[in-house]
């Protein structure tokens, strides 16, 4: 899945700071109390209902251009990016028991180097996804 670029709505709070919607995922709401923190929460929300649609096998909504969306007074718009590859390692890094089958040859030739199979299967796989 390449980059998704979808637009946030910042509100600027009366009690200071910011809260965040998304046109694109109505559900889909955070806030923050400075800049940071509120662009921080609103990739993280994002992060949130994509994954959700996803695992749910519903469609993702197509993009609103930023352009399209009528703003309020106290708001402003910014394009939020969403990379699921990042998300996913930030989210979900949980261990994953996987069975594989070498030759006999290679499996004594790397244990008698103490090599550690798990982690040369992470660094071949992240290679070979160009991450």
Known sequence: MKKLFY????HKAEEGGFWITF?????????????????EMAWDALGLAVVSR??????????TEPYAV???PDTFC???PFDLIS?????????VKKTLS?????NEAATDRNVNFSQVLQ????QKLNQ
């Open 87 to 95: 998300y996913q390692k930030k989210h979900n890094s949980k261990a």
């Open 102 to 106: 070498i030759p006999e040859w290679l």
């Open 23 to 39: 046109p694109d995922f109505p559900e889909c709401m955070t806030q923050g109390e400075n800049m940071q923190d509120a662009y």
């Open 78 to 80: 910014v394009v939020v």
């Open 7 to 10: 637009p946030a709505l910042f």
């Open 70 to 72: 009528t703003l309020d």
């Open 54 to 63: 996803i695992e749910n096998r519903e469609a993702l909504p197509p993009v």
């Open 123 to 126: 660094d071949a796989l992240l």
